[in-house]
């Protein structure tokens, strides 16, 4: 089976790019299972009802969280309701939402695990003792772990404690991609930072000018995205679903 997991889509740019070309490149690519982590997908970061509900008619099987999830006023309702939209596991117990969830791929049945790193973010749950929890509910031996994570240490702790364990391993939050997509132990796909789906000619996604006002002078400026020609960051995972077990990854940029 292959699979599709889809870097930060950035507000609406992020998600009109993918409505124009997700459809061709998963027929392409022949994809079974599209993941896409949508945190920052509404205006103003977070996701909403809306920028939820376009992902999903797009594409998108499951979509993913990060520290943005809660941002988006009335929001914990549609956590909730929605089966595939996950927030980080390791979020404190009773908060809303799920973070993981199982997809049925007939006759195949895949988890999917949102989690978030701790270093350089807030002080959420030890996302390894969570991630093992997870493991061993899981019915399947598919698994695909969308980690997201400030510190590309943590991403590669990460990637290698879960090596043979998962299927996969993706690294999310910083929307720059990285160059180092690989297969640990024979098993587990592994990529440090998908990337982002947005604005290219940005800062992370927000207005150039913008956010260099806001490093030079260090005063309060209102973030807005930027308006530069969207591009498409994502993995694409060739795995054996009796085995869990990844045989290629493939790094896609589309501009």
């Known amino acids: 089976m292959k699979m599709l997991f889809v870097g930060d889509v950035v507000g609406t740019a992020g998600i009109e790019i993918l409505e124009r070309r997700l459809y061709k490149l998963k027929r392409d690519l022949a994809i079974d299972l599209t993941i896409i982590n949508g945190e920052n997908s509404a205006v103003g970061n ?33 956590y909730d309701e929605a089966e595939t939209l996950l927030r980080p596991a390791n979020f404190p117990e009773g908060v809303s939402g799920r973070g993981s969830c199982i997809v049925d791929v007939f006759p195949v049945k895949i988890a999917v695990i949102s989690l978030m790193g701790t270093v350089g973010l807030e002080a959420l749950d030890n996302p390894f003792f969570c991630v093992d929890k997870l493991i061993e509910e899981a019915d399947t031996p598919n698994i ?20 043979g364990r998962v299927t996969g391993v993706f690294g999310t939050h910083t929307h720059v991609q990285t160059a180092d997509e690989t297969i640990l132990g024979g098993h587990t796909a592994y990529i440090t930072d998908a990337g982002m789906t947005g604005p290219e000619l940005s800062v992370l996604g927000v207005d150039t000018e913008i956010a260099i006002q806001k490093m030079k002078y260090h005063c309060p400026v209102t973030f807005k ?31």
């Not at 499951?62 to 006023?73: A, C, D, L, R």
């Not at 994570?149 to 990637?159: F, Q």
């Not at 054996?240 to 896609?252: D, P, Q, S, V």
């Open 46 to 78: 977070g996701v909403n009802r809306a920028s939820y509900q376009r992902l999903i008619r797009l594409g998108a099987d499951v979509v993913t969280g990060g520290n943005h999830s809660f941002q988006q006023k009335g929001c914990t309702s549609l």
């Open 144 to 163: 695909f772990v969308d980690f997201h994570a400030e510190a590309t240490s943590e991403k590669k702790a990460m990637g290698q404690y879960l090596a």
């Open 225 to 255: 995205i930027s308006e530069n020609p969207a591009f498409i960051n994502a993995v694409a995972v060739e795995f054996n679903e009796k085995l869990g077990k990844a045989n290629k990854i493939e790094r896609i940029i589309m501009r």
